[in-house]
Every structure is written in C-alpha cells, then in structure tokens.
C-alpha cells in the first residue's frame, strides 16, 4: 500500500525559531512536494524535488527551502518562521506508472506564535 | 502561468441532490491533464478521478467529470449526493511537462445534509 508519512503531525513554535518538516515515502518515487492549505487559497506549491539533491521553487518558495539526501525523505525547512507562515503542510510524492497520480501524506499543522 | 479556478468556495447540499463542482483552467499547453482531489477531514488528500481525452468522460465512486478544452473546463458531477461526500474538493492541472507541477484551484468545501 502506497504511503507518505509526514512528521511532526503538529507543532507550536514561536516567531523567529527554526522548523524542520520531515516526510518519506515507501515507493521510491522520484518527484516529491511541499504544499501548504489556507482556506480559500486551496494547496499552494512550495517547492518540486525530482530527485536527490535536485530541487526547484514551486510559486510561494519565499521563507523556506528543503532538502532531499535521500530518494525516501524530503524535508522542509523554515528558518525563522514567521506568524504568516502558521498552515497545513502537505507533502506528496508522484507516481508515474498511474497517470501521474499524487499521494498525500496527512498533513502537518503549524501554528507560529 | 498555469491557473485552476473553482468558483464556489462553500457549498451546502441536500442528500439525494445533484452535485455540480465547477472547474475551469488556464493554460497555453494544448494537452492539459486534470484531476479532482478529494479531501476528507482528518485524512490525506486523495485523487477522485483524472481526465480522459478531450470530450470523454471518466467516472470513479459515483462521480464523472468530461475535459472540454473548448470551454477549458473539467467540472465535476454526481447525480446524488450522500452524507459520506462532504469534503473538501479541489481540481487540479498538470500540462504533462517534466516538472510534474500540479497547479490546484481553490478548492470547494461541500457540505452535505439530511
């Protein structure tokens, strides 16, 4: 069964500290993303990795970057967060033998304070 | 760029009741993909169904949806709706490049009551 698996569920931080998002996924897929969901403005694409060591800023890349040392894990990263940046984060990874399906993990909750 | 619009943001409906979810798109590829993303509260986002050739209509769990690119649109229907479809929906593009860039609408929260 395909699964993406993101890590911390749910965090409190205060302005200026430093966030770290895991996420892995079992299917050795190549590309994975970070998005973010504030109501209204449905999932918003952070950044895009297509494999190890190779990723690109998707739309809203400003306050974070990310890091992929291995094919299974994407991180993503804020360096002192700030109030605007309190969201669900979602990552996924694409599977190509589908049509280029997406599969979510659950979601991270944010909540910079 | 690529852009997905939804245009109703809530929508509260009557079990037993048609369900429309609107979904138009801008793009300058001439094969776009479109998807319908289903997300359940408390769980992952998960794909509904995916766009076929333009004109035909794909179906999955009692939901259909037809890609016209005359109109650049790719709504979604079912002809009854249920309690259990309440979720949020979103409708996205993929123009088939290397990128693999999935653009998202909005998304619409429906609601669905007895």
């Known amino acids: 069964d395909m699964k993406v698996t993101q890590m911390p569920r749910y965090l409190i931080k205060r302005m200026g500290e430093n966030v770290l998002l895991e996420c892995g996924q079992d299917?050795?897929?190549?590309?994975m993303y970070w998005y973010r969901q504030d109501p209204g403005l449905g999932l918003q694409l952070i950044y895009i990795?297509?494999?190890?060591?190779?990723?690109s800023e998707g739309d809203i890349p400003k306050g974070y970057r990310v890091s992929r040392k291995k094919r299974e894990h994407f991180s993503l990263i804020l360096d002192s967060a700030k109030t605007n940046q309190t969201s669900v984060y979602f990552c996924?990874?694409?599977?190509?033998?589908?049509?280029?399906?997406?599969?979510f993990g659950e979601g991270s909750r944010l909540i910079v304070v | 760029g690529d852009s997905v619009t939804q245009t109703e943001g809530l929508v509260t409906l009557t079990e037993g009741l048609p369900v429309m979810l609107n979904c138009t798109y801008q793009?300058?590829?001439?094969?776009?993909?479109l998807f319908w993303y289903v997300h359940y509260l408390n769980e992952s986002p998960r794909l509904l169904l995916k766009?076929?050739?333009?004109?035909k209509r794909t179906e999955h769990q009692g939901f259909h949806a037809t890609l016209h690119k005359s109109s650049s649109s790719f709504h979604l229907q079912k002809s009854s709706a249920q309690l259990s479809d309440s979720a949020l929906y979103y409708c996205?593009?993929?123009?088939?490049?290397?990128?693999?860039?999935?653009?998202f609408g909005e998304g619409t929260q429906v609601t669905v009551i007895s």
């Open positions: 996205a593009l993929n123009t088939g490049g290397l990128s693999g860039k999935l653009t």
């Open positions: 766009s076929s050739t333009d004109n």
């Open positions: 299917m050795s897929h190549e590309t």
């Open positions: 996924a990874s694409r599977d190509i033998n589908s049509g280029n399906t997406l599969y």
């Open positions: 990795s297509y494999d190890v060591d190779s990723n």
């Open positions: 793009t300058i590829y001439s094969n776009p993909f």
